[in-house]
């Protein structure tokens, strides 16, 4: 008879999920396989929207008069993804994250076709919002489901496999949404997508329910979700989205939403983050502080590196894209390093690492708005960023799996992606205000018509971002649990 690893005897006890082998195979071994395909397809699904989305996004702001609102189609997504992610994490740990999974790919496709046939900017922005609603179920619910089904030797490797879904992606996504963008138009980007719902539906789901579906604890299934949580979920949400507006209309009785904003959200991140977390407390806060930081600032920077490129170089969207497709590459060969058995006892070295890589990265991208510094210049200093990337977002989710109960994984990572998609809406925010306030919203000449206008509100998005990066180097050096 098999044993049992000691996860899967607890799993098999208080959930009826059958157990799981404690053979030493890998996460494409017999026992896992299946699932491992079912959940990185999920994942697939995402990388592909992400690509291909972030190049048809200038084509699409400038078609529908909406380049002044440019940071809203990305901030808007990680808007209604604060809420998913709390819902998320109370549905996951209470019933399961089958439903959670579910519902998540369904408003995630139905906000790609919304965007995809919006007439107006701000039905556009309605879709993408959608859409975050669908991703913050989604990404919660995968954390859960890695939580439970994998033992603890195999999670730094499904990590792994996660981010190397982004690498086909990164090729493919923009040269594909390039082409259709300039030869069928953008919005076939948006609608063809949701095609890719059907095959992780059929073959992740079924796997889900067998191996992490039902509760932890049995008593948990009759709880009601916790409505405190869920109200400082929708304050969270809904601060940030008075906060961006406040900043991308720069006139005077912008302060008064801005207030608003701001008094929802400071004490929904409170009730909400790990008790700590803004003041890098050591072990799980710093590490929930790390991912927001390490997120925020790449992402933040990235999504202007396609509308730099098109409105001051020249570049067509799909050369535009392909110019961060390396990076998928070494984001994926980042975290392959962080999972090698043997880097383990080196892993808060690793991060440190990665975060100034990802600093350095972002500095150096704005070199391009100088004529003489070759636009490919871009292509490298990004795929050094992505390479730091993988090194610190997949340490980071091990370690927060590490550092949780089974029962609290769900809220665990609800915090994690809080974090996340939070300080991508503050820094997007921010950057987005510098780039309007120093007339970057006034692009509107053809997406080939090369322009040296406005450098310097693309400058005022970039540099800050990188100097947040260096700060997460100094966060790594907190993630280690404290001494009890």
């Known amino acids: 008879?098999?044993?049992?690893?000691?996860?899967?005897?607890?799993?098999a006890k208080t959930s009826g999920v059958p157990p799981v082998p404690a053979a030493e195979e890998g996460v494409l071994g017999r026992s896992y396989r299946a699932l491992s395909i079912g959940i990185v397809s999920v994942v697939l699904l995402i990388a592909f929207e992400a690509t291909a989305v972030g190049t048809a996004m200038p084509v699409a702001a400038r078609e529908l008069d909406g380049v002044s609102l440019y940071a809203f189609a990305f901030s808007g997504y990680f808007t209604t993804s604060l809420f998913?992610?709390?819902?998320?994490?109370?549905w996951s740990d209470r019933r399961g994250p089958l439903g959670a999974l579910t519902a998540g790919i369904a408003a995630f496709g139905a906000g790609l076709l919304l965007a995809g046939t919006a007439g107006a900017m701000w039905v556009f922005i309605l879709g993408r919002a959608v859409?975050?609603?669908?991703?913050?179920?989604?990404?919660?619910?995968?954390?859960?489901?890695?939580?439970?089904?994998y033992p603890e030797r195999l999670r730094p490797s499904i990590m792994a496999a996660f981010s190397a879904s982004w690498v086909v992606p990164s090729i493919?996504?923009?040269?594909?949404?390039?082409?259709?963008?300039?030869?069928?138009?953008w919005r076939w980007v948006f609608v063809g997508i949701p095609v890719l719902v059907v095959f992780p539906l059929a073959l992740a789901l079924p796997h889900v329910r067998r191996r992490a579906g039902g509760p932890v604890d049995d008593s948990a299934g009759n709880a009601s979700f916790d409505r405190r949580r869920?109200?400082?979920?929708?304050g969270i949400s809904l601060g940030a989205g008075l906060l961006q507006y406040a900043a991308q209309d720069l006139r005077w009785f912008s302060l008064v939403p801005g207030a608003v904003g701001a008094a929802l959200l400071v004490p929904a991140v409170l009730g909400l983050l790990p008790r700590g977390t803004y003041r890098a407390a050591r072990g799980l806060p710093s590490v929930v502080l790390l991912r927001g930081i390490a997120a925020g600032s790449f992402i933040a920077a990235e999504s202007f590196v396609p509308l730099m490129l098109v409105t001051?170089?020249?570049?067509?969207?799909?050369?535009?894209?392909?110019?961060?497709?390396?990076?998928?590459?070494?984001?994926?060969?980042?975290?392959?390093?962080?999972?090698r058995a043997r880097l383990e006892p080196y892993r808060g070295r690793l991060m440190t690492v990665g975060m100034v890589l990802v600093a350095a990265s972002i500095a150096a991208a704005p070199s391009v708005l100088i004529d003489s510094v070759p636009v490919w210049t871009v292509a490298v200093a990004w795929a050094f960023g992505c390479f730091g990337m993988g090194l610190v977002i997949s340490s980071a989710s091990v370690l927060l799996l590490k550092l949780s109960a089974p029962e609290e994984a769900g809220t665990n990572s609800a915090a994690l992606q809080i974090s996340d998609a939070l300080s991508n809406v503050v820094l997007l925010a921010a950057g987005g205000a510098a780039f309007v306030a120093l007339g970057g919203g006034t692009v509107s000449h053809a997406a080939t018509a090369a322009s040296s206008s406005h450098p310097a509100a693309f400058a005022a998005v970039f540099l800050p971002m990188a100097g947040v990066a260096l700060v997460g180097a100094w966060v790594t050096t907190r993630l280690r649990a404290p001494q009890s």
């Open 312 to 339: 001051q170089r020249g570049l067509s969207p799909t050369l535009a894209g392909f110019s961060l497709a390396a990076g998928g590459v070494t984001w994926a060969f980042g975290s392959w390093v962080q999972s």
């Open 84 to 90: 998913g992610m709390v819902l998320s994490g109370q």
């Open 172 to 185: 493919v996504g923009p040269l594909a949404s390039g082409a259709v963008t300039e030869h069928l138009g």
């Open 131 to 149: 859409q975050g609603l669908g991703g913050g179920l989604v990404i919660v619910a995968l954390y859960v489901v890695v939580g439970r089904a």
């Open 1 to 11: 008879m098999t044993a049992l690893e000691p996860r899967d005897a607890d799993v």
């Open 230 to 234: 869920i109200r400082l979920a929708l």
